[in-house]
């Protein structure tokens, strides 16, 4: 019959490895530790710690074989609900970086949404960084869509998405891109000069007219966009960039379509 003192010793060996445990895990959480090597570094001095503690002469090693038997019971559970807290908290970060990526890309061409462009505003709003605003419009896109059928419509819509981020992303680092819905899209670039943004821009025009869109019953139908770019200053915010982007955009259209057009602000 084991005597009730020699109990005494395990369990507050058991409750110090326990609490070693879990306060492990929450620095090495603070510490960005990933769950693996945190659980190990948790189990370690979570059991070796309260063992050194409790070495002879305080105990027997009869008793310690008994503090060895609590800790490993104990162990056991803990790591149980460790690994259960992790999987759940890793399921619940994941689901919750999927639902944002819902609610900020655009489903059709995976590019950013018109939500993602305000977050994009509210941010430039606090910071001191630069922008150049780029608004594109594909050129009849209703006439199209109605000739070929919504279906071509939507792979035009990808088409041109998948074109117009080839085309930025390999020049532009710090390019984003969105589409506010229908067959209007738009860049953002960071420290971008205007003429560099127009050069790029016009490199995606003639990339559309060497690869036309080829529909399922192989009619090539070539593109073509209307684009106004303008860029922030020290008296131009992220909002008077983006309405004298749009302004040229209009511009682009009215002298009839398939144009680059530069703030008349900035051209100079």
Not at 112 to 137: C, Q
Request: net charge positive; aromatic share 12%; charged share 20%.
């Amino acid at each position: 019959m084991i005597d009730k003192k020699s109990v005494i010793g395990p369990l507050i060996a058991e409750i110090i490895g326990g609490l070693l445990i879990l306060g492990c895990c929450y620095l090495l959480e603070r510490m960005k530790i990933n769950s693996f090597q945190k659980l190990i570094w948790a189990m370690f001095i979570g059991n070796v710690v309260p063992v050194i503690i409790f070495w002879p002469p305080y105990f027997s090693l009869v008793k310690l074989s008994i503090v060895v038997f609590f800790l490993l019971l104990g162990t056991f559970l803990i790591m149980l609900w460790t690994i259960l807290y992790f999987h759940y908290k890793n399921e619940t970060a994941q689901r919750k970086k999927e639902l944002d990526y819902e609610n900020t890309h655009d489903q059709l061409t995976t590019l950013r949404n018109y939500r993602a462009f305000l977050r994009f505003i509210n941010r430039s709003e606090k910071d001191d960084s630069i922008h150049t605003v780029l608004m594109f419009d594909i050129d009849n896109f209703k006439k199209i869509n109605d000739h070929y059928g919504h279906l071509e419509g939507n792979k035009i819509l990808k088409f041109f998405a998948q074109n117009l981020k080839q085309t930025f992303t390999e020049d532009f680092a710090k390019a984003r891109l969105f589409r506010f819905g229908g067959e209007e899209f738009c860049v953002t670039i960071e420290a971008g000069a205007p003429g560099e943004c127009y050069l790029a821009a016009n490199k995606l025009k003639q990339l559309l007219k060497k690869t036309p869109f080829i529909t399922e019953n192989n009619i090539e139908v070539k593109l073509t966009f209307s684009s106004g770019i303008a860029q922030m200053d020290q008296f131009n915010d992220i909002h008077a960039a983006i309405r004298e982007a749009d302004a040229a955009l209009y511009q682009a259209k009215n002298n009839g379509r398939d144009q680059i057009v530069i703030s008349q602000n900035q051209q100079n």
